[in-house]
């Protein structure tokens, strides 16, 4: 089978596939029925690729979007596809500040081990106020706000 997974990439929009069970629109009775944060999961990863040396490590992190582990039951609308994007880019930005960091010296395995997870607690609370605010990008103000944290960190994304 087929697996979905993204990994970020400045050019590339992030799109549901809508033929995925996961990813089927629940009729609006069923949704307005249902606390919102079921409804939708959205599941991002840092990989981290380390190579050690008896002097050090040296580390390539990426930021990968797993469809096949989210799920989204909402229907599309203007906003969506933003909602959905900006999640996975505040996973980049938190990527390249670890990234910075590990390129700044020579780190052993133990200390990559525990900046890593140090960026993925930082990650887990930059989202869930993220999620917190936007409301799945039903709030418009906030919603822009994010964007504007985004394209400071990662510049103009081009859609």
Known sequence: ???????????????????????????????NGTIRT??????????????????????RAYTVFYEWRSRFHLPTEKHTSTFINL??????????????????????????????????RSARAVTNRYLGEVKAGENKRALEKWEEVVRKELGKREN
């Open 1 to 31: 089978g087929e697996n979905y997974y993204t990994f970020w990439d400045s050019t590339r929009q992030i799109t549901l596939n809508r033929s995925l069970p996961q990813n089927k629109v629940y009729p609006p009775k069923k949704i």
């Open 38 to 59: 079921i409804l939708y999961r959205l599941e991002v990863e840092l990989l981290l690729d380390i190579i050690c040396t008896v002097e050090s490590c040296r580390c």
């Open 87 to 120: 999640y996975v880019d505040l996973y980049e930005t938190e990527r390249r500040k670890m990234q910075r960091t590990l390129d700044s010296r020579k780190w052993s395995a133990a200390q990559v081990d525990s900046v890593y997870k140090a960026t993925l």
